[in-house]
């Protein structure tokens, strides 16, 4: 089946540091892989997403790389601030007979101190 | 900016109420979703909808139902709430069927059944 695993939080930073947060999917066929990030008391946004192997997602200095011999897409940005304190989830784009349909991971919460 | 609005932030009912959880987005989408976030077990699909009137079964759709009446609107309803569907609603459009295209996500409604 399609599944997403996602390092369990939370990751405790101070600011500045180089953050990293680590995920694997399982999936069938050719999936687009997401990050979401969900900051306190709100909905899901897109951070970023990538479409096909070897491509990388970007913003606001995150990035991530679609890695499919290893099935990673993993999180990294070089220096995280205290506004980045969230909880992150990545996510695939699996076409489930013709639909489309996002499977998550449980999440990872972020806390950067100052 | 796509824009999904949720009517309702935070709602209380009771066990064994009629509940209805109302979304509409304004980007002419042809796919809404209807997610609910646990802790620890991040989003799960409850249903989803590709076209008006159309509607198919997620991962967890017993107790719920779903409406798609006129396409900027997709209504959740809890025929009989009970206190096991205590959660996070989330609800989400995108713009067709191509797995690479973003999912837009409303602010979500808080509903605790007591």
């Known amino acids: 089946g399609n599944s997403v695993t996602q390092m369990e939080g939370p990751v405790t930073l101070s600011e500045e540091a180089f953050l990293t947060i680590n995920c694997t999917y399982t999936a069938t066929g050719y999936p687009s892989l997401f990050w979401y990030v969900q900051y306190p008391g709100e909905g899901l946004q897109l951070l970023l997403k990538a479409t096909k192997a070897d491509d990388k997602g970007s913003n606001k200095g995150f990035e991530a790389t679609y890695r499919k011999e290893t099935t990673s897409f993993h999180l990294e940005k070089g220096s995280v601030q205290v506004s980045d304190s969230a909880v992150y989830f990545c996510?695939?784009?699996?076409?489930?007979?013709?639909?489309?349909?996002?499977?998550f991971g449980t999440g990872t919460r972020l806390l950067v101190s100052p | 900016d796509v824009k999904v609005t949720q009517s309702s932030r935070y709602l209380v009912k009771r066990t064994g109420e009629k509940v209805f959880l109302e979304c509409v987005q304004d980007m002419d989408h042809e796919n809404m979703f209807w997610y609910r976030q646990d802790p620890g077990l991040g989003l799960r699909l409850i249903y989803f909808s590709y076209d008006v009137k159309m509607k198919e079964k997620g991962d967890i759709p017993e107790g719920y139902s779903v409406s798609r009446e006129k396409k900027e609107r997709f209504s959740l309803i809890l025929e009989s709430a009970s206190t096991n569907q205590t959660s996070m609603y989330l609800c989400?459009?995108?713009?067709?069927?191509?797995?690479?295209?973003?999912?837009?996500f409303g602010e979500g409604s808080w509903l605790t059944v007591v």
């Open positions: 996510a695939l784009n699996v076409m489930n007979t013709g639909f489309q349909k996002l499977v």
């Open positions: 989400a459009s995108s713009l067709d069927r191509v797995s690479g295209n973003t999912i837009y």
